[in-house]
């Protein structure tokens, strides 16, 4: 495990978003279901009543290859999806407790 993958999106993504995570054979993540927060490129989803929403997020820990695989199968949700939004961010792993 040398690499990780936060992916933060639009609920109205997670269908897809979770097809996209069985297409590309991951089984083990971590799901965030209520995010706050701001952005460069939208609105701020804050869950109030002036910036209304939320977003998900999910933690993936695993090989590169095949966190690889998965970004390269959520780019064309990313493509798709400019409104609803989808931000995927890869990080290095230096060590797993």
Known sequence: MNKALLVIFNPALEEK???????????????????R????NSEPHLDTHIWPGSNMALFIAGED?????????????????LREGLKVFMLPVEEVL
């Open 65 to 81: 290859a095949l966190l690889k695989t998965l970004v390269e199968t959520l780019r064309p949700i990313k493509q798709e999806s």
């Open 37 to 40: 927060g701001v952005g460069k």
């Open 17 to 35: 978003v979770m097809d996209a995570l069985t297409s590309a054979g991951m089984v083990k993540y971590t799901s965030f279901p209520y995010l």
